[in-house]
Nanobody
Framework: QVQLVESGGGLVQPGGSLRLSCTTSGGILTISTMTWYRQAPGKERELVARLTSRGHTDYEDSVKGRFTISGDIAENTMYLQMSTLKPEDTAVYYC??????????WGQGTQVTVSS
């Protein structure tokens, strides 16, 4: 079966950068939207950035100007370039693909920790 595989998380100092990656394993999906979510301890999961098959992007307000989502929907790959990281960016980051027809896939999560 198709699964989403994430990588790129780690420990970084405030002001640093990380690049997260997400791709399918086991097949190719017909994707309508590709999204990064994150969940910090004690908080609700929130949308970080989204890329649609029409080329539109959407960002959570606190990451605008610092994070950039990119990817290739046809190849089932996406990235999140994170710059000027802040301690409040610390969370588990999850990739999410929604295919045409409404079925959804989630990655396993990758930990991002921003601390001095």
């Amino acid at each position: 079966q198709v699964q989403l595989v994430e990588s790129g998380g780690g420990l970084v100092q405030p002001g640093g950068s990380l690049r997260l990656s997400c791709t399918t394993s086991g097949g190719i999906l017909t994707i309508s939207t590709m999204t990064w979510y994150r969940q910090a301890p004690g908080k609700e999961r929130e949308l970080v950035a989204r890329l649609t098959s029409r080329g539109h992007t959407d960002y959570e307000d606190s990451v605008k100007g610092r994070f950039t989502i990119s990817g290739d929907i046809a190849e089932n790959t996406m990235y999140l370039q994170m710059s000027t990281l802040k301690p409040e960016d610390t969370a588990v980051y999850y990739c999410h693909f929604r295919i045409w027809g409404g079925y959804e896939y989630w990655g396993q999560g990758t930990q991002v920790t921003v601390s001095s």
